[in-house]
């Protein structure tokens, strides 16, 4: 096999595609078998291990992007940028003013022009990683291989993603109107007023980990009897609530709303810490101009070093970052009952 033939494998393999002499369900496979034709031994590998190095390089930047907008697309507007170019984004204007010249105008009075413009704004990057062993014995033994090196690298950088994420919603709490923000127990009414002020900028939709999501249960439609002694009453709930929840373990619309999951992932295996904060859930306007602003900027970059027992780090970083825009039409929910278990020290957060 030959280098080209086995980056061909590498980039049908991140995108689920198979070449005319492959179907999808060995492609992997292949890839793999290919692999240790160029690093079968120590001295194969570390005479071919830059052209493998651009190989996972080129897969991981075929893949980031598609696995970041799979987890936040929804509500995230993502671009990717050469090395040294700056993102830039449309900040749309005039919005405000166009809501009240279309309340106030009458059937036959003056009306009032007005236009849509926008602005744009740069946003920058900067660099964050991290790092796989490989072990050449292992991988001679077939128990490793560059192929599950190229998975970890791949999950910890759009990890990484959601970091920064993360970072940017939680820093815009402390700034968001009162009216904007609730922190206590879970409580329908709350959520409800804080949907009603997104609904006036467009259909709300709700994003929660499942932490959160859990919390929120089956809605009830007509609640307890607080007079009733006899505790008879005990509330009537949907029927799709239950049906959902028996079904995928959790409500996926709560008062018209749609119930969107975060992706969540913990830090190590201790299953402690956490990308995201489950303690928040976040209220975003759907069709409206996507609040969170995600730049990838550049090539993935890879280096490594040997240690003394002839292991090899492999470090691989990327340059991202990202912003938050028009605090006052979306909104966030933090129930206080919900322990945060958010790293807080990963990628100097």
Known sequence: MTLNELRELALHAVKGTAPDTFTV???????????????????????????????????????????????????????TVAQGQKAMFKKKLGRARAKKFLTQVGLSGVYETFRLDSETFELGAHAVGGGATIDFERMLDGAESLAEVVGIVTEGLTNAVYVEVERALVAA?????????????????EMVKLMNIVRAYGQPVIFACPEFIAKMGADAIVPVLANDST??????YSPKDIDAIHDQGFI????GATVVQIPQSFVDETNTETYVDPSRAYVFPAGAEKVVKVVLEGSTQIRDHENKDNSMEVYAWKKMGCAILHHNNWCIYWNSSIADTSAKDIYGY
């Open 231 to 236: 505790k008879v009453a005990q509330g009537i």
């Open 25 to 79: 369900e060995n492609v992997n496979e292949a890839f793999a078998d290919g692999l240790k034709e160029f690093a079968g031994s120590y001295n194969q590998f570390m005479k071919n291990r830059y052209d493998l190095y651009d190989i996972i390089i080129e897969s991981i930047d075929e893949i980031l992007p598609r696995d970041v907008m799979a987890a936040i697309g929804q509500f995230a507007e993502v671009q």
């Open 252 to 255: 996926n619309v709560f008062r």
């Open 173 to 189: 709490y402390d700034n968001m109107p009162a009216t904007n923000k609730y922190k206590g127990a879970w409580s329908a009414d």
